[in-house]
């Protein structure tokens, strides 16, 4: 006989909405609706969101589905905050010469190649470069962010002898020891 399961504390509190956005669920979707933009969802399995005043909360239909109660709850709080607060992630350019400039609908990375490297920005996806070696990713998909953060990095990763390269703004990077003779 399976053991009952108990839902995770952040799972059993409900989701506070905030003003100037909309919660609405219709066939299965949920549609997450704010100030930035609108978000979808297809809910999986037996799931339901009940949605009270400015109060969401996610709940299983069946005992043996309150495994994606946990997963659909952030999935829910990520895209009520995105909408409402962009997400973002920084990234900062280490070495001499490393500068990235916006180049229409690219971002123009000269991070020590031969020639430059174009990034082609995503639909959906804002990126500013305050100064030559900093950049900020924004958008209202925490995960398309962070990917599209990711596959910039992917161009020069950080070197571990003399940490030039690119990094997130908060990365720590342990310097390795040179050989000696």
Same mark, same amino acid.
């Given at each position: 006989?399976?053991?009952?399961?108990?839902?995770?504390? $952040?799972?059993?509190?409900?989701?506070?909405?905030? =003003?100037? =956005?909309? /919660?609405?669920?219709?066939?299965?979707?949920? $549609?997450?609706?704010?100030?930035?933009?609108?978000?979808?969802?297809?809910?999986?399995?037996?799931?339901?969101?009940?949605? #009270?005043?400015?109060?969401?909360?996610? /709940?299983?239909?069946?005992?043996?589905?309150?495994?994606?109660?946990?997963?659909?709850? +952030?999935?829910?709080?990520?895209?009520?905050?995105?909408?409402?607060?962009?997400?973002?992630?920084?990234?900062?350019?280490? *070495? =001499?010469?490393?500068? +990235?400039?916006?180049? *229409?609908?690219?971002?123009?990375? $000269?991070?020590?190649? $031969?020639?430059?490297?174009?990034?082609?920005?995503?639909?959906?996806?804002?990126?500013?470069?305050? &100064?030559?070696? #900093?950049?900020? =990713?924004? *958008?209202?998909?925490? +995960?398309?962010?962070?990917? &599209? +953060?990711?596959?910039?990095?992917?161009?020069?990763? /950080?070197?571990?002898?003399? *940490?030039?390269?690119?990094?997130?703004?908060?990365?720590? /990077?342990?310097?390795?020891?040179?050989?000696?003779?």
């Amino acid at each position: 006989m399976p053991v009952p399961m108990t839902l995770p504390k $952040s799972a059993r509190r409900p989701l506070d909405i905030p =003003v100037g =956005v909309t /919660v609405k669920i219709v066939d299965r979707t949920l $549609s997450v609706k704010g100030k930035h933009g609108e978000l979808h969802l297809v809910l999986k399995g037996e799931l339901d969101v009940k949605v #009270e005043g400015n109060h969401a909360q996610v /709940v299983a239909l069946k005992e043996n589905q309150k495994v994606m109660v946990g997963t659909t709850h +952030a999935l829910l709080k990520n895209m009520i905050q995105g909408t409402h607060n962009l997400f973002q992630k920084k990234l900062s350019l280490n *070495g =001499v010469g490393y500068r +990235a400039k916006i180049a *229409g609908k690219a971002l123009e990375l $000269s991070v020590g190649h $031969s020639h430059p490297d174009l990034f082609q920005i995503p639909e959906g996806i804002i990126i500013e470069t305050p &100064t030559p070696t #900093e950049i900020i =990713v924004k *958008g209202i998909d925490k +995960a398309v962010v962070g990917e &599209t +953060a990711a596959k910039i990095r992917a161009f020069r990763k /950080v070197e571990r002898y003399k *940490g030039k390269g690119l990094r997130y703004f908060d990365e720590k /990077v342990i310097l390795k020891e040179a050989k000696k003779k």
